[in-house]
């Protein structure tokens, strides 16, 4: 956990606690704390510490976009925990810069009966394979793959400001996340491919 004041003057990390507060009303309920440097990986820890000292874990929960993450809002659905928990880029998403940026893919189409992604440009991307990574807690991310055929002759190369023709793959976390709770996934990101598989 990096604190804000660094006495040395060299950027070296100190010890620090991350603590976590569940209020009611503006009671504290439960506390907890964490060597964890993010409220998103304190989330679970502190959950369970507050199903501890109550038998039972909250019917509701609300928490700032900190605590946003796709194994969080995997963990609430799993509990029936109602939650109001925004995810990282809510507000970015909102603006014109990212509704107009193609490379994003909450820009593209997706078409469920074919399992297919369209680019702005027209181009469509089909599935090539599924892999899975494994985060430091254990949680599991199931990625699906997409490719183009070609980006050739793409009249948004220049404002995808590619250097070379090539293909396009997007990887996508397919659990249905975004569809259930209103939140895209974490994991799914577009990227270009320089070399062809």
């Known amino acids: 956990m990096r604190m804000k004041e660094d006495p040395m003057r060299n950027g070296q990390l100190k010890p620090g606690y991350n603590v976590q507060i569940g209020t009611e009303n503006q009671f504290i309920l439960a ?3 964490h ?8 989330f679970q820890p502190h959950m369970e510490k507050a199903r501890q000292i109550f038998g039972r874990l909250p019917q509701t929960v609300i928490a700032d976009a900190g605590y946003g993450s796709e194994e969080n809002y995997a963990y609430l659905e799993k509990k029936k925990i109602q939650a109001v928990v925004k995810y990282g880029s809510y507000h970015k998403e909102k603006s014109k810069a990212w509704k107009e940026n193609i490379g994003k893919i909450e820009n ?3 078409t469920e009966m074919e399992d297919t992604w369209t680019c702005p440009a027209g181009q469509t991307l089909h599935f090539r394979k599924e892999s899975k ?3 430091e807690s254990g949680y599991e991310i199931r990625k699906r793959h997409y490719r183009s055929h070609s980006c050739e002759g793409c009249p948004l190369k220049n404002v995808r400001r590619q250097q070379e023709i090539g293909k396009w793959w997007l990887v996508w976390n397919g659990c249905g996340t975004r569809s259930k709770l209103g939140k895209p996934c974490e994991a799914r990101k577009a990227m270009r491919c320089p070399y062809a598989e």
């Open 108 to 110: 593209w189409t997706y």
């Open 133 to 135: 990574e494994i985060l």
């Open 35 to 42: 060597p964890r440097p993010t409220d998103t990986r304190g």
């Open 31 to 33: 506390y907890s704390l």
